[in-house]
T-cell receptor, first 112, second 114 residues
Framework: DAGVIQSPRHEVTEMGQEVTLRCKPI?????LFWYRQTMMRGLELLIY????????DSGMPEDRFSAKMPNASFSTLKIQPSEPRDSAVYFC??????????FGAGSRLTVL | AQTVTQSQPEMSVQEAETVTLSCTYD???????LFWYKQPPSRQMILVIR??????QNATENRFSVNFQKAAKSFSLKISDSQLGDAAMYFC???????????FGSGTKLNVKP
């Protein structure tokens, strides 16, 4: 298995632009998590899905953030409009039976 | 609320020596799981070791072992025979049984000196 695949690895954009981060979970994993990592706040859970359904989005910072999972093999995290304080590394992780999380390599976002 | 505390922001160890990273957590639950993840400079999060709270025996994975003290809510990671490749950020994590959120500590940066 190729593991959890995230794209892009790096994204540099200007304030106000729309950003879309993508994630392909491991086949057969029925849970998908989006985390954000910053120096100040560490790893924060943004949202997670079970069987493509959002279960808990209480960690999503504000309405500018949205996440979707249209099918079992694909999820997106969208920020519109982006702001400099959104600069962070965004991780996608998946699991089956909540044994442990398998993380993707992360997407480093820089908003200028 | 569940919290995970790693009180050592940074530590150093000499190659081939042993180092212990500390982690404490707060919970009122009896069924839960604890994890140590490693994040090298490549930033990939890698599972190091996992411990079920109901198991008294400490988990071990090759050079990595834990000291799980349930009453004290302590979950430390011991790395024996440290290698240069062990240099990374180490995160302690907690997950309540049958509950899907994983809570992470702030991390400990481990430096390994040749």
């Amino acid at each position: 298995d190729a593991g959890v695949i995230q794209s892009p690895r790096h994204e540099v954009t200007e304030m106000g632009q729309e950003v879309t981060l993508r994630c392909k979970p491991i086949s057969g994993h029925d849970y998908l998590f989006w985390y954000r990592q910053t120096m100040m706040r560490g790893l924060e859970l943004l949202i997670y899905f079970n069987n493509n359904v959002p279960i808990d989005d209480s960690g999503m910072p504000e309405d500018r953030f949205s996440a979707k999972m249209p099918n079992a093999s694909f999820s997106t995290l969208k920020i519109q409009p982006s702001e400099p304080r959104d600069s962070a590394v965004y991780f996608c992780a998946s699991t089956r039976d909540i044994l442990f999380l398998t993380f993707g390599a992360g997407s480093r976002l820089t908003v200028l | 609320a569940q919290t995970v505390t790693q009180s050592q922001p940074e530590m150093s160890v000499q190659e081939a020596e042993t180092v212990t990273l500390s982690c404490t957590y707060d919970t009122s639950e009896s069924d839960y799981y604890l994890f140590w993840y490693k994040q090298p400079p490549s930033r990939q999060m890698i599972l190091v070791i996992r411990q079920e709270a109901y198991k008294q025996q400490n988990a071990t994975e090759n050079r990595f072992s834990v000291n799980f003290q349930k009453a004290a809510k302590s979950f430390s990671l011991k790395i024996s025979d440290s290698q240069l490749g062990d240099a990374a950020m180490y995160f302690c994590a907690y997950q309540r049984g049958n509950f899907n959120k994983f809570y992470f500590g702030s991390g400990t940066k481990l430096n390994v000196k040749p």
